[in-house]
Every structure is written in C-alpha cells, then in structure tokens.
C-alpha cells in the first residue's frame, strides 16, 4: 500500500493508556514493549506508555532506554499545594513522564472535568514541560442527535489554550461509546471528525491545525489498527485495553513496521 507522504511533523504516535490497571508485576509487560519498539517493531512510530503514577518512575528508566516515551494520566492545574490524593505535572515530569493525558472521558464524566479545567491542566502541563494529549469525544446519544461535531468542536475550542503548538499537543479523538465497548464508527465518520477536528484547531490557532497530531481512540485492536491508522488525517492511535499486552500492543504498533517493510 502507498501511503499519501505525512506532513513533517505529524510523527505517527501510539499512546498506551494503562487507566487504573497495573502493579509492579505488570512492568514486565511494559518491558516488553519497550524491547519490541528498540527493535524496531514500531517501524518509525513513536512509542508512549501512560502509565498508573504509581509505575512511572519505576518504569522511567528502561523507557528512556529504549525511546519510549511515559506519560501520566492527568494532573492538577497547580505545580503544588494543599490538594490532598492530586498530583501535579512537575511531579509526573519529575517521575519521568514527558506527555500527560488530559480530559479523558472517563475523568470528564468521573471526576467532572470541564473544558475550562481541561485547559487549566493543559496550561500546567505546558509549564512543566509535558505534551499534553487532550481528549474529545460525543457520547451514543450525542451522535445519534446529530450533535458530534458541535460537541466535539466546543471541547476543542474550550479545551486547548491558544499557546498550544504540535510540539506541545497531541488531539485524541474518542468516541466515548467506542470506549471499553469493542465498538468503532465507520473509515468514513473517523475520515470526517479528524477532518473536522484539524480544521477547527487550524481556525482556533491559525499555523497549527495542519501540523498537529490527532489521535484515533476506543476500541483500536490489532485486528483494527491497520485500516483505522491508514485514515486520512489519523496520525496514530490512543489505545486502552489492547495496550495492557505487549502482544497486543505490538500488533497496534506493529502497523508501522509492516509499512516501512513494505516501502
Ligand atoms: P479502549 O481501547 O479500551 O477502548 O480504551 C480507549 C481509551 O479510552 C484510551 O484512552
């Protein structure tokens, strides 16, 4: 297969996200993955585990061995202070994250995590030197109204700070009921909200939009990952479940070597 030449910049990317799964035991699956990507398993993709905070610094160092990024998954707005059970983007930075999920809907519905919080967190994250990978996504019957991309259009323009540059942000679109559910929308839908969402950034933050890297999430598979990852404008995947396994996860990841293999 030809892939159309990806804009310098937009690096593939695939970003584990371990939620609230993992102990110390489960390290060695995410060694696992980081020998797989110091292979070359990866092809030229970029590699994240968003670890539990509690495995980040214990993970910190065979990560950076192999040049796996780490990443927290969210983080309190200040850089310390009396906010008892938070943590804040200093300290996943200093555990050795480089990226930070922010606004997953799991927290936006769990924790309520508004737009104007989500962009406070993006600010922090920022001010510590973290990408933040800020999360979208309609619920069924938001979609089913019709109202996808009004939703998903006011989280983005709520959610991200005008400061924010493609070095600095990653744009994970999730359809909250594709998540967890073995569920996704059709090529077609994809296609149309990362359309959708790079010329909304592109009009938010003129010079952006076409260099930022926007994400595909919920329920990507390995039986799924090589059609989802070849849709325009997806430039890699934010993976759940199916990144708890190395065997898993190499087999989202592994779409990119199959496609240096085959260039
Ligand atoms: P699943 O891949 O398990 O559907 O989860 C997606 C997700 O929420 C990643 O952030």
């Not at 910049?9 to 390290?27: F, H, I, Q, S, T």
């Not at 030197?129 to 979609?143: K, M």
Request: with cysteine; net charge negative; charged share 20%.
């Amino acid at each position: 297969m030809t892939e159309a030449p990806r804009p310098l910049g937009r690096r593939p990317l695939v970003a584990g996200n371990w939620k609230m799964n993992g102990l110390r035991k489960d390290l060695a699956e995410a060694d696992k993955i980081c020998a797989a990507t110091a292979a070359g398993e990866a092809g030229d993709a970029e590699i994240v585990l968003c670890l539990p905070a509690t495995l980040l610094a214990a993970a910190a160092a065979s990560c950076e061995a192999a040049g796996v990024g780490l990443g927290g998954q969210h983080c309190h707005g200040a850089p310390a202070g009396p906010f008892t059970g938070d943590i804040s983007a200093e300290m996943l930075k200093d555990a050795g994250a480089t990226y930070v999920i922010l606004g997953h809907s799991e927290r936006r519905a769990g924790h309520n995590e508004g737009n104007a919080s989500v962009r406070e967190k993006s600010r922090a994250a920022f001010r510590a030197g973290l990408v933040a990978i800020v999360c979208v996504g309609e619920t069924r019957a938001q979609r089913e109204a019709g109202d996808a991309m009004a939703i998903v259009g006011s989280q983005l323009t709520g959610s991200i700070p005008g400061e924010a540059t493609p070095e600095t942000l990653v744009v994970a679109y999730e359809p909250v009921w594709a998540i967890g559910t073995g569920l996704t929308p059709t090529l077609k839908d994809i296609a149309d909200m990362h359309r959708f969402i790079r010329e909304r950034v592109e009009a938010d933050i003129p010079g952006v939009g076409g260099s930022i890297r926007i994400l595909y999430g919920g329920s990507v598979k390995p039986g799924n990952a090589a059609d989802i990852l070849s849709t325009p404008n997806v430039d890699g995947a934010l993976v759940g479940g199916a990144s708890l396994t190395a065997k898993d996860f190499m087999g989202v990841a592994g779409v990119f070597q199959d496609r240096r293999l085959a260039s």
